[in-house]
C-alpha cells in the first residue's frame, strides 16, 4: 500500500466515554470482522489464540476502508492503556500515530483523563479529530462540549464529529474525516531502517510478539535486526498485520504498521519506545523519546504462610515474562519474614499486578502499605533511593531528603470546590489552576506530593463529590521536604512493616490517628497489647488493647459436636491468615490501616 | 462389653423462648400423635444399628421439652426402649422438663416408668427476667416443680440457671444460686447466655435493642458463682456444671470424654465407629422420612485422626479435671507430645494449661479462656 494511503491514529478519552465501542464499530463498518465474528471472538478467544498461534490484542488492528471518493485506505488504529499509570506507553503509542480521535462524552464533557491524553497527543504534533459521542442521549449537550473544547483545550471543534457509536450515528462521517483530516506518514523508505517499537507481549507459543511502526527504510522477513536500547540482535521469522486475524506479510515499508516476531525470548529485551534498526546498516539516529520505565510505587509482597515463599517467587518471574514493568527484589522484614519488595508503575498497576498473582497464581498475599521513592541526598552529594521505609535507617549525613511531586487535574461540580480544597490542603497541594470549563464545572491544578497521593486520595475525592470528580496526574519533579520515618511498635517491638515515611508536619496526628486505626483492627489477644507510635525515640500515641479475659462458651451444643467444630475450625482458617509479630497477631487489613487514616484525630 | 449412651430428642414446646437456638418447635398435637410412633420405629432401627452386644448406660431424653408429650407417650417411649435396648441395671435415665408443665401425679409416673434423674429448666428466679427470656412459667412455679419432683422420690435432680442476662448482676445472681441451692438439688448447670444465629434475640441484638453483658460483667459472675458454689460444697466439674461429689451427669460425661451415642428422634446426633451422623430437624419431615425408611439421617461424616483428636481435646478440656494422656496415646496410637507439643509449649507459657505426668487440663486462668485455648488444638 501506498504510503499516502495509510492513516495512523489512536482513539484517546477519559474512562467510559465510549472508546472501546466506537473502536468495535469501526472495525465493523471495514469490514475487519462481521458482527456474529465479533462475538465470536470474545467467546473463544482462548481457542482463536490456540488456532493462530499467537495473542490478539483486538483494539490494534489494520483496517481497510473503501472511500467514496474511489480511493482505498488502510487505517492502522492502535490501541492505548489510557490509564495514567501506563503514560509512557501511551506516550509511544501515540509516536507511532500521525493523528487521534479525541472522544468526549456529549453528556459530560471533558474529564481529566481527556486532558491528560490531548496533551500527550499535542506533545506529539498530532492532528486531532474531536469526536462528541453519546449525542443521542437526552442529556447530551454537544455544544457546551464544543465551548469546552474551543476555550478551555484550544482544539478546533467547529467541525467535530458528532456521534453515537453506540446507535452508529456519525461512524461513516468519522471514516471521511480520518482520510481527510489526518494526514499520511511521511518518512523515506531509501534510508536506513529506522522503526518504532511501540507495544510488545509474551506469547507462549511464538515467544516475545512486538508491534512496531516503521518511521524510514523497509523491514522484511529474514532480516538481522538490531533493538538498539538493549544492544541485542534477532532475525524477523515473521512479519503482518492484524485485521483483527493475522495476516502474514513479506515486508513493511517506511508509514506502516503491524506485529514482528523474532525469537525473542524475554520480554526484557524489547523495550517501549525502542529503535528498531538494521544491524548491516543501523540508522545514525535513533528515534526520541525511548527511556526506561521507573517504578513509581512501591510495596512489600509477602505470602501469608512461609511456604508459599517459593510460589510468590516463581509466580513473580512468571509475571514479569508478562508485564516487564513490575520489577522485585527478595527482601526480609523483621515483622514479616521473607517476601519481595515489588515496583509498579502506579497505584493501577499495583492492584492489577496483586489481584494477578492471588487470582492466577493462587498465591495468599500480605501486602504492605504502598510507598513512593524518596530520595536522600548525603553531604558528600551522594544520592540514595529509598523505596522502603526501613532503608532509612542506617544512612549517615544525610544533608536532605526529597520527595516526587506530581500535578494532579480534578474536574467537577463547582458545589464541591469548598471540600476540594480542604482535601488537597490537608494533603499539601499548591493550587495552580483554577478555570470554569463550562458554569457550574471547574477544573483545579495542583501540585501534590506523590505520597499523599498514594495514601487513598482518590477515594477521599470521590466521596467527597459523591463520585462527580475525575482526577489524573503526572509526574513533575522531585522537590526538597522535611520527611521523617514514623515507626509503630507493638509491645515495645519495632514493626518494620508499619513504618512509613511522612512530613514532618503531619507526623503527629498522622502517629495518633495510626495508633487508633491498629486498635480498632488487631483484635483482642490473650494479653494486653500496646501499640505506640514513634519518631527515633520519641514517643507520638499510645493506644492499648486490653487483654481478653473471658472467651468461653457456656454450652457445647447439646450432642451437635461436629457443629461446634465446624466452628472452631472456621475460627481458626482466619487465625491462620494473621501474621504473628512477636506474640502478637496481626490481621492482614492491619498493614494497610494506614490508608484508613485521614490524619485529623 | 462396649457401652454407650443414647440420647431422645422431643422437639416440642409450649413456646419457642427468645434465644434458644435448639431444635424446638411449638407444640402441635395432631403432629405430635404422629410423632411418637416414628420415634418408636426410629428406636427399632437405631437398635440395630449399635449391636446386641452392647449395654446402654446412660438414657438422655431431652428436648424441647419432653414433658409436653402426655405421659401415657412417655412411659409407652420408655418401655419401648427397655425392650429393644439392653440398658445396665445401674443405667442413669434423664429427663428434661421445665415448671411450665407441672402436671399432678406426673413425676410419680416418670418414677413408675424408670426415670431416675430430672433436669429441671429453670433459667430464673426473677419474675422480669423470666418475662425477658421469654419463659412460661412462673416463680413460684419453679418451686412447686422442684419440690413434687422430690416429693415423688427423685433424689437426683438437676436445675438450670443462665447468667448474664442483659440488666443482671453479680450480687442478683448469687441470690438466684442462693435460692437454688436452698432447694438443695444434686446437680446445677449455670449457663451465659450467648446470642445465637436465628433467634429472636441475635435480631433484637442487631437491632440495638438487646445489650449484652460486658465482658467484665459476665466474668464477674461467673467467678461470683464459683464462689458460691464451692462454698456450699459442690464440685466444679465441667465449665458450666457443678454437682455433689459423684452425681456428676453421666450422659453429659460420655460427651465429654468423646464417646459413643446414638441419638434418635429429630435433630439427634450420633457418634458411631468413628463416624459422625446427625438426623434432619425438622419434625414433619423426621416423621414422613421415619415412615418410609426407618431412619431420617440428613448428615454423615468419618472423622479423619487428627479431626477426632481436635474434637477430643475441645471436649475433654470442658472437664475441670481434663484429659488422661495415656487413655489419649492408647485410643489414637501416637504420642500426645509428638501431635501438640509446640501447641503444649505456647500455652504453658501464657499459663493457660496444666500439664502433669498423665494429664492436661484448662489452668484457672485457661478456665475463662477455654475457648481460646481449644482453638490452638484445632486445625
Redesign the interface.
Known sequence: MKQNQIRNFSIIAHIDHGKSTLADKLILATGGLEKRQMKDQVLDSMDLERERGITIKAQTVNLRYKSPNGGEYGFNMIDTPGHVDFTYEVSRSLAACEGVLLVVDATQGIQAQTIANLNLAMKHNLSIIPVINKVDLPSANPDSVKEQLEDVLQVEAHDAILASAKEGIGIDELMEAIVERIPPPVGDADKPLKCLLFDAWYDSYRGVIVLVKVVEGSLAVGDAILLMATGRNFVVEELGILTPRAKQVTSFKAGEVGYMIANIKELDQTKIGDTVTHVAQPTDAPLPGYKDVKPMVFSGLYPISGDQYELLRDALKKLTLNDASVSYEAETSSALGFGFRCGFLGLLHMEIVRERLEREYNVELLTTAPTVVYKVITTSGEVIHIDNPSKLKGIKNVDRMEEPYVRGTIIMPEEYIGAIMGLTRDRRGIQTKMEYLAPGTVLLEYHLPFNEIVLDFYDRLKSNTRGYASFDYEFLDFRASNLVKLDILLNGELVDALSLICHKDKVYFLGRDLAKKLKEQIPRQ??EVVIQAAVGTKVLARETIKA?????????Y?????R??KL??K??AG?KKMKQVGKVEIPQEAFLAVLRTDGKS | MKSIGL?IHIPYCLHKCGYCD?NSHAVDPAEMERFVPALLSEIDHGATRIGEEREVATVFI?GGTPTTLPPQALETLLSHLRQRFRLAGDAEITLETNPATLAPGLFERLREAGVNRLSVGIQSFDAGELKLLERVHSVAEAHETVKAAQAAGFYNLSMDLMFALPGQTARRFRKHLETALALRPEHLS?????IEKNTAFYNMHRRGQLAMAA??E??AQ?QETLGVMAGAGYEHYE??NFCRPGRECRHNLI??N?GE?L?LGP?????LGGV?S?NCKLPARYIREVNATGRAIE?E?TLKPR?AM??TL??GL?LLKGIAIDAFEARFKTSFREVYGKTLDGLLD?N?IQLDDNRIALSPKG??????V??EF??
Open positions: 490473650m494479653y481478653l479475659r473471658k472467651n468461653v462458651l457456656a454450652k457445647c447439646g450432642g451437635d459436636i461436629t461446634k467444630r472452631l475450625e475460627q481458626k487465625k | 440420647y435448639f431431652g449455670t449457663y451465659n447466655l450467648t465482658e467484665e459476665q466474668l461467673y465449665i458450666s460427651y465429654w468423646n451415642h441419638g435433630g439427634a446426633s450420633s457418634y459422625r446427625r448428615f461424616e479431626e481436635g474434637e475441645m471436649l470442658r501464657q493457660l478456665l475463662f479462656l477455654a475457648d481460646s481449644i482453638l484445632i486445625t
